[in-house]
């Protein structure tokens, strides 16, 4: 099997969704030349074919020459064969042609969607990506695709005019003029139909999203009876996405309509003029058939430019859904490119003060608010003035920092595949080629019933975001991920919110476990790992506002209060 061709042509031009374009054909420039050539041979084959068994009529059948008759009828077959194979290659080229850029804008937008890292869920919606994934990167390959045919057409239109216009100046004429006319028209049509395109694809990521926002929210939704309403507003939008996929369809039904009409008027017009020349024998009837053959044939290079236009236009709408993705800059910057990083610290954060050894349990008792901006500002997902070792973070190598510091969220994802790559997807071994280091990691999560309970254990394949598991067991399968990464510190965001007390204790035994000698940042209410915790930082309005243990804490009022709550609510 030949495998397709993994180049890397650098970074794409963003200037506009022409210019993507532009610079996608000049990276696969070889391949859309040959496309290009062996297109050209084929309309080509086609197009003299009727100019050469008008030969044989006019110089064989009529002249009744038998020599000049089997020459060219060897001559037809000659094109015959010639056609077949540009026709064959054509195919091959154009599947390559088709599958590449697609392939090679899917590893432009994943590459994209890995640098922005968190800022993807703020700056783009779900349905752009659900759109560029599903329709856009097979549109820019067609684009390319059928722009090789476009250029065939065009040699092969320009073939019959010239040998019409040798034959016969009005026929010649008359096709000079139409086909201009009729690319004129489509053209417009085309236009129209991108217009309509671009509101459906809007309409599609606006959808889309709500649908996300609906699935992710349905088990809130159904505990406050809003799921009538959603569902109406749904339907609501369903319905508008419909009338506007209806627009779209009139338009390209339209498009399709004139690109199947206006060549037949042609070819009409053609052979009525053809017969009329011929019957004032100022035609043979070698040379009428040959033009009742062009006329026919002309609706094939006119059907190719056509419709590489009406593609150019989806590919246009493509591209721009595309380079709005591209453009889209990460909140924090990648750092030096290179630098040493420095040794096992204290990471602080001036903006409230908060300080983390570099040995220990650290929890921090804040509402959910403080709780995501200091898990942003720890981690570097957004610029501040945090620190490891002394050196601001921002000063770091970006790689080197997600390295050292890892922070993990309640709303992780768990991929599909084998359950041990996904819990320990650096395949990072322990030295002695078993699984010990995982399943430590697995006990200290109190995911082992869930793993033993499964068919394979951790050869199961799992479902893409863990939906055979239930919520609170997703949590510790998470857990068991993360503490299998083993950073140097690691930031935990509420990791035992979903499970009962019993299962609670053992994790927060196992959090503190094994991760000692490493620094380890909880943001939690829960009383079980705050006793855990060899140090609790109280945070009020975004500042330090009382630091030490559990228990001296809880003479704190404002301390206990927050405690309290989450007390009562569990």
Not at 117 to 145: F, H, M
Not at 156 to 184: E, H, K, N, R, T
Not at 381 to 396: D, F, I, K, N, Q
């Amino acid at each position: 099997m030949r495998t397709f061709s993994d180049t890397d042509h650098g970074k794409p031009d963003q200037r506009g969704p022409w210019r993507y374009l532009l610079w996608m054909a000049a990276g696969h420039r070889r391949l859309l030349l040959s496309d290009c050539v062996f297109n050209m041979m084929w309309s080509g084959g086609l197009a003299l074919t009727p100019a050469v068994i008008g030969q044989a009529i006019n110089t064989g059948l009529v002249a009744k020459d038998q020599t000049a008759l089997v020459l060219w009828g060897l001559a037809v077959l000659g094109l015959g064969i010639a056609t077949a194979l540009s026709a064959m290659l054509v195919e091959r080229l154009e599947l390559r042609l088709k599958v590449e850029p697609g392939y090679e804008t899917m590893r432009l937008v994943t590459r994209k969607a890995c640098e922005l890292g968190t800022t993807l869920d703020r700056k783009s919606s779900a349905g752009d990506l659900v759109t560029v994934g599903v329709s856009d990167i097979s549109l820019i390959g067609q684009t390319l695709e059928v722009g090789a045919r476009g250029v065939g057409g065009a040699v092969g239109f320009v073939v019959v005019a010239v040998l019409m216009l040798f034959a016969s100046w009005q026929v010649g004429l008359l096709v000079l003029v139409a086909v201009p006319v009729i690319l004129f028209i489509t053209t417009r049509l085309a236009r129209t139909l991108r217009s309509r395109q671009s509101h459906l694809r809007a309409q599609q990521r606006e959808l889309t999203d709500q649908s996300v926002d609906i699935v992710r929210g349905l088990r809130v939704l159904r505990g406050i009876g809003g799921e009538e309403l959603f569902a109406d507003r749904y339907r609501d939008g369903s319905q508008r996405l419909r009338s506007v996929a209806l627009q779209q369809a009139r338009a390209s039904a339209l498009l399709g309509a004139a690109r199947t009409f206006l060549p037949s008027l042609l070819l009409a017009g053609v052979v009525a003029l053809a017969g009329e020349l011929v019957l004032t024998e100022r035609l043979s009837a070698g040379q009428m058939v040959a033009f009742y053959g062009f006329a026919t044939y002309l609706v094939i290079p006119t059907n190719q430019i056509t419709f590489a236009v009406s593609k150019a236009m989806q590919g246009h709408v493509a591209a721009t859904n595309v380079i709005r993705l591209l453009r889209t800059e990460p909140d924090v910057g990648p750092g030096p490119a290179s630098g040493a990083m420095p040794g096992t610290g204290v990471l602080a954060d001036p903006d409230s003060g908060l300080r983390v050894p570099a040995d220990g349990l650290t929890a921090v008792v804040c509402s959910a608010g403080d709780s995501a901006a200091l898990a942003d500002r720890l981690g570097r997902y957004v610029e501040s003035g945090a620190t490891y070792a002394g050196r601001p973070l921002a000063e770091l190598p970006l790689a080197g920092v997600r390295e050292r510091i890892l922070v993990t969220t309640a709303d992780e994802h768990l991929f599909a595949g084998p359950l041990r790559r996904e819990l320990n997807p650096t395949g990072r071994p322990d030295g002695s080629g078993s699984d010990d280091q995982l399943w430590a990691a697995i006990d200290a999560a109190a995911a082992r019933d869930i793993v033993e309970a499964l068919p394979e254990r951790l050869d199961t394949h799992v479902a893409a975001g863990g939906r055979e598991f239930s919520g609170g067991q997703q949590q510790r399968l998470r857990l068991a991920r993360a503490l299998m990464a083993d950073p140097e510190v690691l930031v935990l965001s509420d990791p035992t919110s979903a499970v009962d007390a019993h299962t609670e204790s053992r994790m927060a035994e196992g959090i503190a476990h094994l991760r000692q000698g490493r620094a380890t940042v909880v943001f939690t209410t829960s009383v079980l790992l705050l006793h855990r915790a060899d140090h609790v930082a109280l945070v009020l309005d975004g500042t330090v506002a009382a630091e030490g243990s559990h228990e001296s804490l809880m003479a704190d009022a404002r301390y206990r209060s927050l405690v309290e709550r989450w007390t009562a609510v569990a």
